[in-house]
């Protein structure tokens, strides 16, 4: 079946830095990738949407400066999230479709810590 | 407005009782329907979707699912449920358009009692 990998599954970093975390199809081409934030006890909030090869689309009130989608191949999505502070601490899933079979596979997470 | 509500935050079964939860929708078009599994700071399982045809669908885990347009349900059901299947399951509506969204409702916490 469809594979999605996401790295890291857990990650801290200091106030100020960024961080990238990646999203990479492993049988199958990605046409569409998603990405979306969870925060504790609660469900998925979709931040963006991304084709391979152009500009992603941004929910209402996501900061497209503050959180950067690459999807530069059919295989791999990265979001980095820039000069991150405590507040944007938070779970972060990406998903991935074929479009052709409208499969949606989701990664496994990355948990992001802020300090 | 495209919408999915879970009525119910929490569940708590005991093992060996059968579940159901609940799932309604409001979608414009035609929609695409999944239950997900989700246990603590991990990622989604797809336990079975609705595309079309029966409105009957078998997941995983000995989990279905029931897809009623006239009451716009989609309710999960187990006949027996295992320790296991305590976690958190949520319900999402999609497009036949391909490259849509999912959209999510708010999830079922799972709690099953000895």
């Known amino acids: 079946g469809a594979v999605v990998s996401q790295h890291p599954s857990r990650v801290i970093c200091k106030s100020g830095t960024s961080v990238k975390i990646e999203c990479r199809s492993l049988?199958?081409?990605?046409?569409?990738m998603f990405w979306y934030r969870q925060f504790p006890k609660q469900s998925l909030m979709l931040m963006a949407t991304?084709?391979?090869?152009?500009?992603?689309?941004?929910e209402q009130g996501v900061e497209k400066d503050k959180f950067l989608i690459n999807h530069a191949s059919l295989t791999l999505s990265t979001l980095t999230v820039t000069s991150a502070h405590p507040e944007d601490s938070s779970f972060y899933i990406c998903?991935?479709?074929?479009?052709?079979?409208?499969?949606?596979?989701f990664g496994s997470g990355t948990r992001l810590t802020v300090v | 407005a495209q919408s999915v509500t879970q009525p119910d935050i929490h569940i708590t079964v005991s093992e060996g009782a059968s579940l159901e939860l609940r799932c309604n929708y409001s979608?414009?078009?035609?929609?695409?329907l999944f239950w997900y599994v989700q246990s603590p700071g991990q990622g989604l399982q797809l336990l079975l979707k609705?595309?079309?045809?029966?409105?009957l669908v078998q997941g995983i885990k000995g989990f279905e699912a029931e897809f009623k347009r006239s009451q716009s349900s989609f309710n999960l059901r187990k006949p027996s449920v295992h320790w296991s299947d305590a976690a958190e399951y949520f319900c999402?509506?999609?497009?036949?358009?391909?490259?849509?969204?999912?959209?999510f409702g708010k999830g079922t916490t799972l709690s099953v009692s000895s």
């Open positions: 998903s991935a479709s074929d479009d052709r079979d409208s499969i949606y596979t």
């Open positions: 049988d199958f081409q990605a046409t569409t």
């Open positions: 991304s084709n391979e090869g152009s500009k992603a689309t941004y």
């Open positions: 979608y414009g078009a035609t929609p695409y």
């Open positions: 609705y595309f079309s045809g029966d409105t």
């Open positions: 999402a509506v999609g497009a036949i358009q391909a490259g849509t969204a999912l959209i």
